[in-house]
């Protein structure tokens, strides 16, 4: 069977909801048996997103071959539960740069390079890579920004080319459009659909799907009014509703015969979607028997997008133990010294079941990062640092633990006297040249007995990265002799991948990203066991309070923890 290949477009609006349907659709094709990846074409000018700023563009997420992408890349993991690559993202950058390379090269031959073809080629040479590697069945491809938008136009253009090469047949075009509600009429208004869907047609790439965002149930006159004047027939306009949970999606678009109108039209053959794990998925994230706030600790709080991989990781880890997870977000910049007696600023830490100290660059808001992982060391809150979190973690035991005054990363201070997070040797001499980070998949062993080998219940594990920094191995023994557990090391370099405090009951800090790996059927055992604390905490913190037992806070059996000191 030739590679299909589905086409997703968006027009009205931007922020839809395309990579969730991408990632929906992929999930329910998947559920028939189907192999499929997708691949995002991003119209900006960057090569990749690794050095846009996290409050416009969201996260950057990182696949196993070090790929610094878009946050979609991230839902298409989690959905799919197929691991992505370079390949899976395309930007405009990227696409631009390939083809003045070549012309530098003299690969042209003198000819005058220009959007069409060349531009348009080495787009088309980018989808067809994944589609001719016969990995899949099905290459969704996601063509990011708005119908209409200038800088989509070549994607739009080398797509409708794809359709002619490799077949009508073999390919089909969705597109996503906004349904709005207009109060004051009392009326769904379909006018917007239509122009959008009277664009992308004029530039050759008319819908054979037209997924219908909308806040309220579009009627049977409404979907024939859309089906009439667009060009399709009625079970072709598929209503996408507000979801309470993105992880719905799926199931909201299999009940709309989204995937059944897609396989008919290209001929799949294929069985039924089986979708019971999802459902059950679903049902925990909806009907949760917990609940638990986490006070996640940032510098980026005012922009969730930053930290999508986390909330989601935590949604997963929440589910595995039956618990919603609240999130509060609080602005690392904001909080102030408790010990200094401004508990004010500490309110939501209080409050909290549980802390996680997020990634991060620079030296904004770091003292607030130090006081939140004191306050959760001191008081044995269960406590997560990832990546600057668990640098932070690192910093702040050393200067309140190890004796080691004015311990810093020489990322925020080039001078402390130490420098327990600092570049390797190696890497200063390439950091003159401009710089590298350690991206994408490492192995990483762990200590047997430790809460780390615990989690993952394995002794090796491969987690990824984005960092510069690193524990610093000439400073390790003296934060080892005070109680510091280096529980995961890197074999091939020696580094430190994990920390831990034994005396704590979960205190665990991780040079690496263990969200980007979470996905619904593989939730991440690290998050998994980090609400599960939290929730431990929360039921030992209720326990307490109606005075049913005693609050053995301490992980060595010493009961250290009273109300009082934990301040409530
Ligand atoms: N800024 C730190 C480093 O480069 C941590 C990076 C991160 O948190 N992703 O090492």
Known sequence: MPTKYIIVTGGVASSLGK?????????????????????????YINVDPGTMNPYEHGE?????????????????????????SQKNNVTTGRIYFDVITKERRGDYLGKTV????????????HVLKLGNSEDYDVVLVEVGGTVGDIEGLPYIEAMRQLRYEVGRQNTLSIHLTLVPYLAAAGELKTKPTQHSVKTISEIGLSPDIIVCRSEHKL?????????????????????????????????????E?????????????????????????????????????????????????????????????????????EIAWVHSDKLGDISAG????????????????????????????????????????????ICLGMQCAVIEFARHVAGMEGAHSTEMDVNTPYPVIDLMSEQKDVEKMGGTMRLGKYRCRLAEGSKAFEAYGAQEIEERHRHRYEVNNELRDQLEEHGLLCSGINPEKNLVEIVELPNHPWFVGVQFHPELKSTVYTPHPLFVKFVGEALKYAQQKVAAKSGEGSWDRSGDGSDLHSEENIGR
């Open 19 to 43: 990579g969730i349907i991408c990632a929906s659709l992929g999930r329910l094709l998947i559920a028939r048996g189907l192999r499929v990846t997708i691949q995002k074409l991003d119209p």
């Open 60 to 84: 950057v997420y990182v696949t196993d071959d070090g790929a610094e992408t878009d946050l979609d890349l991230g839902h298409y993991e989690r959905f799919l539960d197929e691991r992505m």
């Open 114 to 125: 220009q959007v069409i073809p060349h531009i348009t080629d080495e787009i088309k040479s």
């Open 219 to 255: 009627d049977t006159g409404i979907r024939r009014k859309i089906a009439q004047f667009c060009n399709v027939e009625v079970a072709d306009v598929i209503e996408s509703l507000d979801a309470s949970s993105i992880y719905e999606v799926p199931l909201l678009m299999q009940r």
């Open 257 to 325: 015969g989204l995937d059944e109108r897609v396989i008919e039209k290209l001929g799949l053959p294929c069985k039924n979607a089986d979708l019971k794990r999802w459902t059950e998925f679903v049902d925990r994230v909806k009907y949760p028997k917990h609940t638990v706030r986490i006070a996640l600790v940032g510098k980026y709080v005012e922009h969730h997008d930053a930290y999508k991989s986390i909330c989601e990781a935590l949604i997963h880890g929440g589910a595995m133990n039956n618990t919603r997870v």
């Open 342 to 385: 401004d508990n004010d600023s500490f309110a939501p830490l209080l409050d909290a079941d549980a802390i996680l100290v997020a990634p991060g660059f620079g030296d904004r808001g770091i003292n607030g990062k130090f006081a939140a992982i004191r306050y959760a060391r001191e008081n044995k809150v269960p406590f997560f640092g």
